[in-house]
C-alpha cells in the first residue's frame, strides 16, 4: 500500500517511500523554521494515523532548512485571539498527533538539527528515536513567553529529562546542545549527519519482524502508564503473542544453528 504514498492531501509535509518500507515524513515550511501550525497539526495526524496500515516498516521524521521544528506557530496564535477553551482544544489536537506516533507501532527516527524548541521538542520526543547534529539545540523557552507547555512536555521530555531539568529549562530558557544534550537523554545519537544516521537506524529497525516492532513502539509507552503489577502483567501477554511468533522460531532457529549474527560490540 506504501505505492499510494502520493494519495494523501498535504502542504506542509512531504512524504517518499522506498522499496524497503521506510517512509521519510518531512516538515517543509522552512521559511517558518518548520514551526508547527493548526494545518501542519492535522496533517500529522492523518499521515501517522495511515501510515503504519500502509506497511511502513520504520519512519524518518526529519525537516527543511536548517532547523528542525522551532515549535508553535507564535504569529498564528496571536493573530487568532483563541479564547482559553479554543486554545484546550488546539493542544488536544496536538496530543491526539503526537499519541499516533507514540503509540502507533512503527517506529520513528527523529533527524534533528538546528532549533528543537517548545512544541518542536515535544514533536520530537514523541519519536522512539532521536538523532541530533552538531548544530542541534533544545529549549523549552515557554516560561519567556508567557506560555506553558500544551503538546505534551510535561510527560514525554520530563520523562527523557527528569522534572527538575524540566522545570529549569522552562523558568530559565536553558539551552542544551551536543554532548550535554546526549547525556542528558534528550538525544541518543550526537553525529556529523543526522540523516544519514536516522537512516541507518530506520533499516536496522526494518529488518526485525514486524510484530516485534509494533510490540516495542508501543507496548512499552503503555506500560510505563501502568501500575507495576499491571505492567508485569501486560508485558507477560505481549511476549507470549510476540516470542512465539513464526518468525521468531525461524529466527531462533538460525540462532542454535549459529547460522544468525551475533551480538558482539563494534
Known sequence: MLDKIDSFEIENLMLSADENGIVQVVLSRAEKRNALNAQTIEELIEVFSRLPRMGA??????????????????????????RPEEFMHVCLRWHEAFNKMEY???????ALKGAVVGGGLELASSAHVRVADQSTY?????????????????????????????????????????????????????????????????????ENPV????????????????SALDAAYSEAVVAGIVNTQPESNARLEAFANKTAPRTRPT
Open 57 to 82: 516498516r520504520a519512519i524518518v521524521l526529519k525537516a527543511e532548512g536548517d532547523h528542525f521544528c522551532a515549535g508553535l506557530d507564535l504569529i498564528e496564535h496571536h493573530n487568532e485571539q483563541r
Open 104 to 110: 502507533g507501532g512503527v517506529p520513528i527516527i527523529a
Open 138 to 206: 533544545f529549549a523549552l523557552p515557554e516560561g519567556q513567553r508567557g506560555l506553558f507547555t500544551g503538546g505534551g512536555a510535561t510527560i514525554r521530555v520530563a520523562d527523557l529529562v527528569g522534572k527538575a531539568r524540566m522545570i529549569d529549562m522552562m523558568l530559565t530558557g536553558r539551552v542544551y546542545k551536543e554532548q550535554e544534550a546526549l547525556d542528558v537523554g534528550l538525544c541518543q545519537y550526537l553525529v556529523e549527519d543526522s540523516e544519514a544516521m536516522a537512516m541507518k537506524v530506520a533499516r536496522a529497525a526494518a
Open 211 to 226: 510484530l516485534s516492532n509494533f510490540a516495542i513502539c508501543s507496548a512499552i509507552s503503555h506500560m510505563q502508564n501502568m
